[in-house]
């Protein structure tokens, strides 16, 4: 049975707005609230056709009503739910891969506190993006269609925290010398995973050092949002102050890792892929290896002469994921920070990455810099965003301009990708906001220069 609901936040919702290419976001009570979250949830058990789904929500104000308020729609669909509680997105794709179920993530990442949303995914973490599923799921709700099943589902409690953390362990153990590490949760659910997975390490291995591990989504102290480099400072500050060997940053749903190095100095997510990518090929070697296009040179090159099959592919958790899928891929990074991993279901973990370069650190004899110095070879401006007003023609306007030059090629994988054997840059229109994302890398600091202020100029230009 379908029933229609009433007008009101539904009807006037712009949909498509928040409902993106991978996940569902937008600002609470603007653009999201409870009403569109208990629709979301009948819509998804009707997509999906799932008879059981697993909820798992982040410390934002909003979210364990919104949770609540999905598990109702889902209920009311005829499925039942397991509710894991308090998690980070990571811990919700261990829920979805150990109990084999479809899942819904409640979290905004690593946006501002008045944000909120979905990350959705089919049983065994496989995501569910704008080709898999959502757009079904948003179709259904723009129609105000409920599925209302005779015989409504129930709500079960499960705690998977200390399971998570087991099965980290299981996948990158960590043992050699004791290290210290110095770790910023920016108020977000690391606060609430980092202590149990360190926990289990124990002091006599790593001595953890806790910053901002109070769970608080109004994020008192910066964003949790550790690819910005203002994010960053209070970590690095605290690393030298302590004489850690390492410091670690996660965003607020602790899928994504940042590392900082003994001196305080930001290591770039390029280097940590290359780092994982050649742990997985000393144990798989020829092993496939996915970098999403905008990761440094260095990681191909590097997977290439150490055995590996290096798969160049777009921005995004839906599609590394899908292409660890088809091609089997032991492991996939993205410059954002996400790290993939198959033995984790395909899904990214920040914290499974952390686990990885603990692992390395503490089986080497010198500092993290001197283990990362091979993996770093050129320079790199990281991500550049600038708010443009008609993206299509800025990015036509620019590759007009580039595509003659002697020795330059030109792809359209994600955005307009312009390389040279000196360097390259790539630009591309976010997803989540009005912004045309610029990241550029050169040979040397010089020439990276020179190409990001040229780029930059023509995107930047008044018109």
């Not at 104000?61 to 919104?66: L, Q, R, Y």
């Not at 144990?283 to 990681?299: K, M, W």
Request: net charge negative; aromatic share 6%.
């Amino acid at each position: 049975m379908v029933t229609s609901s009433p007008s009101g936040t539904l009807a006037a919702a712009n949909l498509d707005a928040v409902f993106k290419a991978y996940d569902v976001r937008g600002t609470v009570p603007e653009q999201l609230d409870e009403e569109l979250a208990r629709a979301t949830g009948a819509a998804f058990v009707t997509v999906t056709g799932a008879r059981e789904v697993v909820v798992g929500h982040d410390m934002r104000a909003t979210s364990p009503g919104m949770a609540g308020a999905f598990a109702d729609g889902a209920t009311s669909a005829g499925a039942d739910v397991v509710l894991i509680g308090p998690a980070s997105t990571d811990q919700l794709y261990f829920a979805s891969g150990h109990l084999d179920l479809p899942g819904v993530m409640f979290t905004a990442s690593h946006n501002p506190a008045q944000y909120n949303g979905m990350k959705m995914c089919h049983a065994g973490a496989r995501p569910i993006g704008r080709d898999s599923g959502l757009a079904e799921i948003r179709d259904l709700v723009a129609a105000g269609a409920r599925p209302a099943a005779s015989a409504p589902g129930d709500i079960t409690h499960h705690d998977v925290l200390d399971a998570y953390a087991a099965h980290l362990l299981t996948l990158a153990p960590v043992t050699g010398r004791r290290l210290t590490a110095v770790v910023d949760a920016g108020n977000g659910m690391a606060g609430l995973t980092a202590p149990v997975v360190f926990g289990r390490l124990g002091g006599d291995q790593v001595e953890l050092v806790p910053m901002y591990f109070e769970l608080d989504g109004s994020f008192p102290h910066h964003e949790a949002n550790p690819i910005e480099a203002e994010n960053l400072l209070d970590l690095q500050r605290r690393v030298v102050q302590e004489g850690a060997d390492i410091g670690l940053a996660f965003d607020g749903d602790a899928d994504r890792c940042f590392l900082v190095d003994e001196r305080g100095e930001a290591v770039s997510p390029s280097a940590l892929t290359a780092l994982i990518a050649a742990r997985q090929l000393a144990v798989e070697p020829g092993a496939r290896i996915i970098h999403n296009l905008i990761t440094s040179r260095a990681v191909p090159e590097i997977v290439t002469e150490l055995g590996g099959r290096p798969v160049r592919t777009r921005v995004g958790h839906s599609f590394i994921k899908a292409t660890m899928a088809e091609t089997g891929a032991a492991f996939g990074g993205e410059h954002s920070g996400h790290f993939y991993f198959r033995d984790f279901w395909s899904a990214d973990s920040g914290m499974l990455a952390a686990l990885h370069a603990l692992a390395a650190l503490a089986a080497s004899e010198g500092p993290l810099s001197q283990l990362l110095a091979g993996y770093a070879r050129y320079a790199s401006s990281g991500e550049i965003n600038s708010t443009v007003a008609d993206q299509a023609a800025v990015v036509a306007e620019l590759e007009s301009t580039w595509a003659g030059a002697d020795g330059v090629r030109v792809d359209h994988l994600d955005g307009l990708t312009v390389s040279h054997h000196d360097w390259w840059f790539n630009v591309r229109a976010s997803n989540t906001e009005p912004l045309l994302r610029l990241n550029a890398e050169g040979a040397d600091e010089a020439t990276m220069a020179r190409v990001r202020d040229d780029v930059l100029t023509t995107i930047r230009r008044p018109r």
